[in-house]
């Protein structure tokens, strides 16, 4: 069974670029059938879809964070990545890494979260 | 961009049926937007109850179903339990990525 675990910072300054990494474990990250997906929720609010990328390279991403993000998939670890720049305080939140099934059109995977907050 | 529509709050009591719904600013769901459920209790990670519209993801309770409901993806709860009381997140794919929609949060009372 596929299991994702996020690793990085849990502090970042503002203006500064937030670097997240999601390992996978349990199967190849290149296995095809998923598009490696970051999510964020801010404290009390909603869940919010950043990006996804297939193993292939093409990448997805939010509109309204396009100009900020990238997600870059490292095969020979079996992790991807996240990185976010010019942060603020608005960037504070739990971020998840997940697995979106091409097949059942969902989130199948989910890793446990991890808080990062942006403050000096 | 699209929005996705959910009620923000509902409550149902113990052993009665709720339907939550998920709609859009524009426009009406379908099957192609494969609409997918998550159940989200405080300081965890969601869980998926429903994909492609009506499918229930591994050990998940036939309690949980969905279905369309007018123009709108629905998730039913059936016979409620207290531990039914979470946020609840419907997700549509749009060829660009896809969209959360805005939460549910179901209290059992």
């Known amino acids: 069974q596929v299991q994702l675990q996020e690793s990085g910072p849990g502090l970042v300054k503002p203006s500064q670029t937030l670097s997240l990494t999601c390992t996978v474990s349990?199967?190849?990250?290149?296995?095809?059938?998923?598009?490696w997906s970051w999510i964020r929720q801010h404290p009390g609010k909603g869940l919010e879809w950043i990006g996804y990328?297939?193993?292939?390279?093409?990448?997805y991403y939010n509109p309204s964070l396009k100009s900020r993000v990238s997600i870059s998939v490292d095969t020979s670890k079996n992790q991807f990545s996240l990185k976010l720049s010019s942060v603020t305080a608005a960037d504070t939140a739990v971020y998840y890494c997940?697995?979106?099934?091409?097949?059942?059109?969902?989130?199948?995977?989910w890793g446990q979260g991890t808080m990062v907050t942006v403050s000096s | 961009q699209t929005v996705v529509t959910q009620e923000p709050s509902f409550s149902v009591s113990p052993g009665g049926t709720v339907t939550l719904t998920c709609g859009l600013s524009s426009g009406s769901v379908s099957t192609s937007y494969y609409p997918s459920w998550y159940q989200q209790t405080p300081g965890q990670a969601p869980r998926t109850l429903i994909y492609?519209?009506?499918t229930r993801s591994s050990g998940v309770p036939d309690r949980f179903s969905g279905s369309f409901l007018g123009n709108k993806a629905a998730l039913t709860i059936t016979g409620a339990q207290a531990d039914d009381e979470s946020d609840y997140y419907c997700?549509?794919?749009?060829?660009?990525?896809?969209?959360f929609g805005g939460g549910t949060k179901l209290t059992v009372l």
């Open positions: 990328m297939y193993y292939s390279g093409r990448t």
């Open positions: 997940g697995g979106y099934g091409g097949n059942s059109g969902a989130f199948d995977i």
């Open positions: 349990g199967g190849s990250i290149s296995s095809g059938g998923y598009y």
């Open positions: 997700v549509l794919y749009m060829h660009s990525g896809v969209v």
């Open positions: 492609s519209t009506n």
